[in-house]
């Protein structure tokens, strides 16, 4: 991370000597709640198999496994190589009696992500069917789940091969089953919509925002699911970090017609905001959208949603790159996959945390969530911790020539936005990756998908990410450019090239914003050599040493090269690729700068952190090649300390100064057995140190 952090934000304190007398004390809110979310993640039964009749509530299930969500029936097979795991059906049935207190109430099943075509039935009703494996769907069950009585709810999910559905083929294992958290909402009759693709019914489009001041449009969608009638109005409260309220505005009254729909606007103006800038100071406000009844003799609260608000403007520039509230922010980042070794995608909040604090970790200024809608939790994180971040579709590699698969990727996209429209963190919204053909329907698709983004959210910046380095017409649909390039590992070399490219790109079409979408090289945390030269990327030997020194070459050619308005490392962390058999690893895409299980840091993890973050680092490489059979070697440490001071089994190897966070002692001789090689260093005035221990068997 450049650049100082602002003061961390804070709720009170003391006024400064001599300063103005303090102000009366603000007003505060808190929203009401009068909606009830009950988790649905215990207490599931699951087969992995077609399981006729298992809708009925009287099947019986009682040999089936007995499962929590999120699950995943590819947690093992989907990552063993030979990609020979099992896409198909699985079942899953789960008893629930209601709580008391929601006679009345609408009930609606939520499913934050089941892969990839599921179908629900609640008491032997069918409650509808969601295509597409990576968006949030709710059914209403209202009036087929009973109160006071047990009730059974049957889920079939496939995620086989279908040419409707996006995506049709990728890089990585399509995990099957419900694999996201599972929840019942009980609302209002008279509600801000919960159908409207399953986003929250409040949209926050932010205009003009600036440190003077900042305009803000509220759209709220309401829905009367009475038999008559009701007069309504809208109050939106907008409240800062530590509660204290902002704005505090009413609607005019409207009556909304029963079975039916109608949309609320308010135009809001904050003056002297605090801004979201993100890492420094990824400030969040509160906006609480209250929905009041108004048709009896007294104002009836029926429904709140309450969404995040962070306050930001985002530009790019073709010359200067990447803009956030006006001052250039340098986007260097990382592409994430939801995968996690013994778990597939079915991963729990801790899980995306862990993840998180490891993209913070390294200093990284954006993500890309590649290649697909990733669960609510790692936006609310991005938005947290003030990353910029890439959202995309799973439209990859090809598509169907079909009305069907049209439509289905269409349905991703506006799900995509409208469940996200209000994360401050989402700057770009991505309509694909690697098309492999770039024909008439593919440029058609993709021509109508950016029109969507144009339509649904025009703030925002569309984006698309080409397979290689060529200018083909794939990505001349979006207001920006990414480019998927790996010179050194699948082709050319990682001394020039990539900067050559670049320089080309920018040379022959200036006006283009272009972006390095992916980039990396494969290492398995087993395989060591000194200074190695390129190896096969689909051979069996991955150095670690080598990924290392690709990462120096490559940031040392994107950081010198402003108009690039993002670079982001592919990948964060290994994942799971079933087809792929190399470095040592079947089933596995190596080019994480951490390991699948997030137990290593690879030595490119270092080189980043050294490099993005103003966290002190100070890390000496080939630490797991601890058993050597060559005396001679190097010692070769990543630090943003100014000079860093070396020895060997308590010997001075002496003191080296570094401008490119590269510290090496060439030439150095081992003796048989231990070896202890120790560093140290100061760093913002505090000493560090580091130390691994060598073995030289002969």
Known sequence: MTGGALAPFTCGGTADAGAAPPRAAAVTYAAPRPRTRIDLNTGWRFTRREANGAHAPGFDDSAWAQVTTPHTWNAEDGADGGNDYYRGVGWYRRHCTLPEGLAGKMLFLQFAGANQVAEVWANGTYLGRHTGGYARFRFDATGVLRHDADNVIAVRVTNAHDPDIAPLSADFSFSGGIYRNVSLWAVDKLQVR??????????????????????????????????????????????????????????????????????????????????????????????????????????????????????????????????????????????????????????????????????????????????????????????????????????????????????????????????????????????????RRDNRATNALLGTLAGIVAAEDPERISTYAVAGGGDPGLGKHTRTTGYNVYYGWYSGSKDGDLGRWADGRHRDVPDRKIAVSEYGAGANIAHHALNPEKPDPGGVFHPEEYQALFHEAAWKQLSSRPYLWGTFVWNMFDFASDWRDEGGQPGINDKGLVTRDRRIRKDAFYWYKANWSASPTLYITSRRWSQRTNPITELKVYSNADQVTAGLNGRSLGTRRSTDRIFIWPGLTLTAGENEVAVTATIDGEEHSDATIWALRR
């Open 194 to 435: 919960m159908l409207d693709h399953a986003g929250p019914g409040i949209y926050l489009r932010q205009r003009a925002v600036t440190t003077a001041s900042a305009e803000i449009t509220v759209t709220t969608k309401l829905w009367n699911n009475n038999s008559a009638g009701r007069s309504v109005a809208v109050r939106t409260v907008i409240a800062d970090a530590c509660g204290a309220v902002v704005v505090d505005e009413r609607s005019e009254t409207r009556t909304v017609a029963a079975g039916t729909g109608s949309e609320v606007a308010q135009d809001i103006t904050i003056a002297g905001p605090r801004l979201w800038n993100g890492r420094p100071d990824p400030h969040l406000y509160r906006v609480s959208v209250e929905v009041h009844d108004t048709t009896g003799p007294d104002d009836r609260i029926t429904d709140v949603v309450t969404e995040r608000l962070g306050l930001r403007s985002v530009a790019v520039d073709a010359g200067s790159g990447f803009h956030l509230n006006g001052a250039h922010l340098g986007l260097h980042g990382v592409n994430l996959h939801q995968d996690r070794a013994g778990k597939g995608w079915a991963v729990d909040d801790a899980d995306h945390i862990q993840d998180f604090d490891l993209v913070e970790e390294i200093g990284a200024t954006a993500v890309r969530m590649a290649h697909y809608q990733h669960d609510q939790k790692d936006y609310d994180l991005a938005d947290e911790r003030g990353l910029v971040v890439w959202a995309e579709i799973p439209l990859i590699d090809g598509i169907s020539d079909s009305s069907a698969f049209t439509a289905g990727t269409r349905l991703q996209l506006i799900e995509l936005i409208r469940q996200n429209y209000n994360h401050p963190s989402i700057a770009f919204w991505g309509i694909g990756n690697e098309q």
